[in-house]
């Protein structure tokens, strides 16, 4: 394949409109995970199901080692019932890491084990009639707000009778807008948009009919939201991971919504050096727009495959989207960057074939990051030698 093709556009947003129905916030993911299984039996691409339902796809390759793997979450943020409050209301405790100010105002879905009832989030002083600027001092926190049923309840009997428990899932609705300007706009782009790309990736290598260079592995992980998405998901012999998430857009980052980031640096520490500068090599390659950027609250799957002693390369290609884990905003365009950079990532050789050996006693094959013969960092003044500072080799005494 010399030439990218474009991705079907079409295809991107009618299966990211698709995934965004189906509700997955942490632990509540089997149905997106159905669903996605679904769109891989159409592409022809086999996978299994771990125990709790990440996906570990299969893209043969001309060599079957060493294998590299990509990887989307299915699970969102969301919320889970504390507590069934004397006034029937619900109190709230975050699913995933994000503040209760994105929640206030949103319209929700709570699961019980017998049906789905309906609600609002909404702070504890909810009335600007009756509390006037009170409002407006309420603290930004989980415990200052709370669910108002869709029902008639005004006790925790009453509540407790409509069949809600403690420990209920809770999603909030994703109110999309999909805009002509190519603008994309709703709740749970993270990471449902990366799932969109990497799926329209795929799509574009089967109907191209070409063969990747080694074996390639689409990962669909479920519990990245807290922590521990790709821990027990790699094959062994996986030697590169590329991750694929969200990029912050805001004041002090890179990162743009018509443009593909390559994170070099989260909360956890660096990325790959090799890798990460490979993927961005591979962008200006295929004339691909591309930014670099560091994300100091951030935590994505690539790491914790680390953090669970895989020993692999990893690095994180994310789209750009503004105002991420709120109500969320990208542009078309940086997705179908992320898509085709995705399939040009895959379709290229791995970035050392000497990683095919997961150990050596040799050096000969390890990669270095100076140039050692070009490289001088001896410093430039030279500190003087002792002899010339004390007893006989000096004069300052007679002064």
Not at 30 to 49: F, S
Not at 193 to 200: D, E, I, K, N, S
Not at 251 to 262: C, K
Not at 359 to 371: G, I, N, V
Request: hydrophobic share 40%; proline share 6%; aromatic share 8%.
């Amino acid at each position: 394949m010399t030439k990218l093709p474009s991705p079907d556009l079409d295809y991107l947003r009618r299966v990211l409109l698709e995934m965004l129905a189906i509700p997955s916030p942490t632990g509540f993911t089997d149905t997106i995970v159905m669903y996605v299984a679904e769109r891989l039996n159409e592409l022809d691409i086999p996978y299994e199901l771990t125990r709790r339902g990440t996906i570990r796809a299969t893209l043969k390759g001309r060599k079957e080692s060493p294998d590299r793997a990509v990887s989307a979450h299915l699970d969102t943020i969301g919320a889970i019932v504390r507590e069934i409050k004397d006034n029937g209301r619900l109190a709230l405790a975050a699913v995933g890491h994000w503040s209760s100010r994105f929640a206030e105002g949103s319209r929700v879905s709570i699961f019980t084990d017998n049906g789905t009832l309906r609600g609002s989030v909404l702070p504890l002083l909810a009335s600007g009639h009756a509390f006037n600027t009170e409002v407006d001092k309420m603290p930004v926190s989980w415990d200052h707000i709370e669910v108002r049923l869709d029902a008639i309840t005004k006790s925790r009997v009453e509540t407790e009778y409509l069949g809600i428990r403690v420990g209920d899932f809770i999603a909030f609705d994703p109110l999309p807008e999909f805009t002509e300007s190519g603008y994309i706009s709703a709740r749970h782009l993270d990471d449902k948009a990366g799932v969109a790309a990497l799926l329209t990736a795929l799509k574009i290598i089967k109907e191209e009919g070409v063969i990747p260079p080694i074996d390639c592995h689409p990962l669909f992980t479920i519990t990245e939201e807290v922590g521990s998405g790709a821990a027990g998901a790699l094959p062994w012999d996986v030697s590169e991971f590329v991750g694929i998430d969200i990029a912050p857009v805001a004041p002090g980052q890179q990162s743009d919504e018509h443009r593909v980031s390559v994170a070099l640096h989260d909360s956890s520490g660096p990325y790959d050096y090799h890798l990460s500068r490979y993927l961005l090599r591979l962008a200006e390659q295929h004339s691909i727009p591309v930014r670099r950027d560091l994300f100091r609250y951030y935590y994505s799957d690539a790491h914790s495959a680390i953090n669970a002693g895989h020993d692999v390369r990893i690095a994180l290609l994310a789209f750009g989207c503004d105002a991420t884990h709120g109500y969320e905003r990208t542009h078309i365009v940086s997705l179908a960057a992320l898509s085709q950079l995705l399939v040009g990532y895959i379709m290229s050789p791995p970035v050392f074939d000497s990683d095919a050996e997961p150990a050596d006693t040799s050096t000969e094959r390890f990669a270095h990051q100076l140039d050692l013969e070009e490289t001088h960092q001896n410093n430039q003044t030279d500190l003087p030698h002792l002899e010339h500072l004390i007893g006989e080799g000096t004069d300052h005494a007679k002064d």
